[in-house]
């Protein structure tokens, strides 16, 4: 086993943006105690919801030429995943993109493949 399993919900807000073909988010995200607590606001507030995302995830920290960045290996609403994330904002975006393609070619996984899609496109089917 690669480390103790738990089960978190998390509420978040991102905003999503472009960027010479790198995806940087804004994110607000909070960890949530009682995922039902929210439900019921929602509920109560006549909220609709748009999507739902389920993870399951094993994640590491990835370091090449003194550039770290976050993977995760994942099933997303059961669909497989390799999310590899800089989490940082002290670098351009050209910077940001080439090292990363760089890692992509390190683990053997095609650039060409790189989904820039948003979560709530994928699980809608868009």
Same mark, same amino acid.
């Given at each position: ?5 738990? $089960? &978190?919900?998390?509420?978040? /807000? ?5 960027? %010479?073909?790198? #995806?940087?988010?804004? @994110?607000? =995200? ?21 999507? $739902? &995302?389920?993870?399951?995830? /094993? ?5 090449? %030429?003194?550039? #770290?960045?976050?993977? @995760?290996? =994942? ?27 760089? /890692? ?23």
């Amino acid at each position: 086993m690669f480390g103790e399993e738990s $089960e &978190k919900s998390y509420f978040c /807000i991102k905003q999503k943006s472009l960027e %010479n073909g790198v #995806e940087f988010n804004a @994110e607000h =995200e909070t960890l949530i105690e009682n995922p039902e607590v929210l439900r019921t606001f929602f509920k109560a507030t006549g909220y609709i919801k748009w999507f $739902e &995302k389920t993870k399951d995830a /094993i994640s590491s920290s990835v370091t090449q %030429n003194d550039f #770290e960045a976050h993977l @995760e290996l =994942e099933k997303v609403n059961g669909l497989p995943y390799a999310e590899i994330e800089y989490t940082k904002e002290d670098l351009a975006p050209d910077t940001v993109r080439v090292n990363l393609e760089k /890692i992509l070619v390190t683990l053997a996984l095609d650039v060409q493949k790189r989904d820039s899609r948003s979560w709530a496109e994928i699980i809608n089917g868009n």
